[in-house]
């Protein structure tokens, strides 16, 4: 997230809010003008609809607005905007060890608080720009070399799923370059995913076992899905209360 204060606006950009744009664009609608403290009330208990993702962002901007010295009640919600975002993947528990997946969509959230009376020449900071188109890429067979190196690989187990990343589909692709370093192009479930230090490290390990260098290169689009699960992921991941994939 992104912050900016400064003496006549408050501006936060948060990513990743759970709520689906349409949902988030027609709350920012309903409050859109009012003054920020008993918008933020409508939002949570209304009356009407209540979007407590959007009043937990504008409890974030009020609390920014303090601390930059502006007075939450002279605050108007001056405008706000949400761009879909990437989806959150992520394990849902059940009953009896069963297990399934959950999707949840996001949005890029922005909204700017200015005390009452003022106007700015523009109403709301430019849009993120959209996400970079990614390049083609090297869909080449893995040398034999290459396969050596995510045969080991199969020892990096997700300490979330508990199946190896070769199998959850996680692997993208390997390349040696001619001094025999590895480059390993991973994913994972989500972006937000905290594990990407804990998954190079894994991988550090197997590496130091077959002697070879790598570095990981994070590959985030096209975003993983369950789609990209082995047949034997597929098993394993039945073994343990998996249910849907």
Not at 91 to 115: C, E, N, Q, Y
Not at 187 to 205: D, I, K, N, R
Not at 225 to 243: C, H, K, N, V, Y
Request: glycine letters at 6%; hydrophobic letters at 45%.
């Amino acid at each position: 997230m992104t912050t900016l204060a400064e003496s006549t606006e408050i501006v936060v950009r948060k990513e990743q809010v759970r709520i689906a744009e349409p949902d988030a664009t027609a709350a920012l609608a309903r409050v859109a003008g009012e003054p920020a403290v008993p918008a933020r009330a409508r939002l949570r208990f209304g009356p009407g609809p209540t979007c407590e993702q959007l009043a937990r962002v504008l409890d974030e901007a009020l609390v920014r607005a303090q601390e930059s010295g502006l007075d939450p009640d002279v605050l108007v919600l001056s405008a706000g905007q949400a761009v879909a975002a990437e989806d959150i993947v992520r394990v849902r528990r059940k009953a009896h060890g069963v297990a399934d997946w959950i999707s949840s969509k996001t949005s890029d959230v922005t909204i700017v608080l200015r005390p009452k009376g003022v106007v700015a020449a523009e109403s709301l900071p430019p849009a993120p720009a959209p996400p970079a188109v990614p390049q083609p890429r090297d869909d080449r067979p893995e040398t034999e070399a290459e396969l050596a190196v995510r045969e080991a690989l199969y020892d990096v187990i997700d300490p979330d799923l508990g199946v190896n990343v070769v199998d959850l589909g996680f692997i993208r692709r390997i390349r040696l370059d001619d001094a025999g370093v590895a480059t390993i192009t991973m994913t994972l479930t989500s972006a937000a995913c905290p594990l990407t230090e804990v998954m190079e490290v894994q991988v550090g390990h197997e590496m130091s076992a077959i002697d070879t260098e790598f570095r990981v290169e994070w590959e985030w689009l096209p975003t993983w899905r369950p789609a990209d699960i082995t047949d034997d992921g597929r098993e394993q991941l039945r073994a343990i209360g998996f249910s849907a994939f």
